[in-house]
């Protein structure tokens, strides 16, 4: 099974695992969250990331799933992952994303789970009037 590190601004990832939960059920294992505030320093943020990689590591893989390119989570963990095999940082997370990770983690290889999370997330990114009109 890959694990799963949400890592966001906020409390934004706890509200997305609550709602992806709701949606797919509980997941009781291989998931965690980190929510980036800015009560925290800089270091804080580092150790709490490189403690839950060592407590998250699995052979099925451990993905981040971050808010958005370019922020303070992903400037944190990309360099901690970067030379660590079965390691993946997708960012711009939303609600699909999190359910379909929640959906194949135990069923899909690392590289499979990588790709249907991206495509599932990128499908649920549209203006649904016009797709209406047209159909």
């Known amino acids: 099974m890959t694990n799963l590190i949400i890592m966001t ?8 695992i609550e709602a992806a939960e709701h949606i797919v059920g509980a997941q009781k294992e291989g998931v965690k969250n980190i929510s980036i505030s800015s009560r925290l320093s800089l270091k804080e943020i580092c150790l709490s990331v490189s403690r839950s990689i060592e407590e998250m590591k ?26 660590m095999p079965n390691t993946a940082v997708i960012c711009g997370l939303n609600i699909n994303m999190l359910t379909s990770a929640f959906s194949y983690r135990k069923t899909l ?21 016009n797709l209406l009109v047209k159909a």
Request: charged content about 25%; overall charge negative.
């Open 9 to 16: 601004h906020g409390e934004f990832g706890a509200y997305l």
């Open 58 to 83: 699995s052979a099925g893989g451990l993905i981040f799933l971050i808010d958005m390119p370019g922020g303070t989570p992903m400037n944190i963990a990309l360099p901690i992952i970067k030379d």
């Open 109 to 129: 290889g690392f590289d499979e789970l990588v790709n249907k999370i991206m495509d599932d997330g990128k499908k649920s990114i549209c203006e649904v009037k």
